[in-house]
């Protein structure tokens, strides 16, 4: 049975951080890039980052315009774990974030349909 369990959500200050994980199983997890997006009520989801990892290519990280430099993506492929790293949280940032999967390394990584598997999601608030 495939999971994709995150946590790591809850209320900040803006300017604080947060650091999300999200655990999976039931899967091949080296084999799969992962990605987080996320959801404010009454907007589409969008992509905030990805990370994916091969013998042959290494780790592969892509991130949002809106997030670079202030979130870091990273995997731990011993753990079946993705983290998201989040700094200088802005209210902007307030929203429903998602774990998901996506068989390969190829494609487009910012699509919601390129992924196979998703978690239920962690509501992060950034106050101001």
């Known amino acids: 049975q495939v999971q994709l369990v995150e946590s790591g959500g809850g209320l900040v200050q803006a300017g604080g951080s947060l650091r999300l994980s999200c655990a999976a199983s039931g899967f091949s997890f080296n084999n799969y890039r992962m990605g987080w997006f996320r959801q404010d009520p009454g907007k589409e989801r969008e992509a905030v980052a990805a990370i994916s990892w091969s013998v042959w290519s290494g780790t592969i990280i892509n991130y949002a315009d809106h997030v670079k430099g202030r979130f870091t993506i990273s995997r731990d492929n011993a753990k079946n774990t993705v983290y998201l790293q989040m700094n200088s949280l802005k209210p902007e940032d307030t929203a429903v974030y998602y774990c998901?999967?996506?068989w390969g390394h190829g494609g487009t990584w910012y699509r919601e349909d390129e992924y196979d598997y998703w978690g239920q999601g962690t509501q992060v608030t950034v106050s101001s």
């Open positions: 998901a999967a996506d």
